[in-house]
T-cell receptor, first 117, second 115 residues
Framework: AQKVTQAQTEISVVEKEDVTLDCVYETRDTTYYLFWYKQPPSGELVFLIR??????QNEISGRYSWNFQKSTSSFNFTITASQVVDSAVYFC??????????????FGQGTILTVHP | GAGVSQTPSNKVTEKGKYVELRCDPI?????LYWYRQSLGQGPEFLIY????????DSGLPNDRFFAVRPEGSVSTLKIQRTERGDSAVYLC?????????????FGPGTRLTVL
């Protein structure tokens, strides 16, 4: 069975601080995909990133960066110089990537990020 | 282009009633997913459609829940004899194909409240 754990329920920072959201996953699959989604107050989940299990290269996109470490089954997300608009709930998710996979997502509980001015 | 739309945005009903929740996926997307998000939790998978057929309905909690996608586009999630525990946000997502490689595009959800 797959499982995603986001141990941080809520994080509160002041604007311009850096913040890291933790994600730990469990799966028996050798091929899988990891995702991060953002859920702003409007409620619609917004895709941020997808990584496959064979690519441990860290990724940076603007103020966002992701650190994937298979050895610790973690896929952490860092926001540099946070802004008020970053306030949202962030979800880490996992999907198996085998030949018969159809993309069913297993989500973590989410981390509520509040960035204060 | 238009994203995934869901109607109604809010639905309040009484215990025991029947409800239907509608999802309009992005045009041309063959894969459609329903998830349920309870307060303070992450979304949980309910059912997956590839075209018109329900390829995996293992997430439906019981036989009061049923979903259809008769023409391979719009989908309707149907809940019979609603219970207070069914209160949640029901999310629909679509994807060009049913694979982990493809991004799922989510709708804004339908907030169901069962009194």
């Amino acid at each position: 069975a797959q499982k995603v754990t986001q141990a941080q329920t809520e994080i509160s920072v002041v604007e311009k601080e850096d913040v890291t959201l933790d994600c730990v996953y469990e799966t028996r699959d050798t091929t899988y995909y990891l995702f991060w989604y953002k859920q702003p107050p409007s409620g619609e989940l917004v895709f941020l990133i997808r990584r496959n299990s064979f690519d441990e290269q860290n990724e940076i996109s603007g103020r966002y960066s992701w650190n994937f470490q298979k050895s610790t089954s973690s896929f952490n997300f860092t926001i540099t110089a946070s802004q008020v608009v970053d306030s949202a709930v962030y979800f880490c998710a996992l999907s198996d990537g085998g030949g018969t996979s159809y993309g069913k997502l297993t989500f973590g509980q989410g981390t509520i990020l509040t960035v204060h001015p | 282009g238009a994203g995934v739309s869901q109607t109604p945005s809010n639905k309040v009903t009484e215990k025991g009633k029947y409800v239907e929740l509608r999802c309009d996926p992005i045009s041309g997307h063959t894969a459609l997913y329903w998830y349920r998000q309870s307060l303070g939790q992450g979304p949980e998978f309910l059912i997956y459609f590839q075209g018109t057929g329900a390829a995996d309905d293992s997430g439906l909690p019981n036989d009061r829940f049923f979903a259809v996608r008769p023409e391979g586009s719009v989908s309707t999630l149907k809940i019979q004899r609603t219970e207070r525990g069914d209160s949640a946000v029901y999310l629909c997502a679509s994807s060009p194909q049913g694979s982990s490689y493809n991004e799922q595009f989510f709708g804004p959800g339908t907030r169901l409240t069962v009194l």
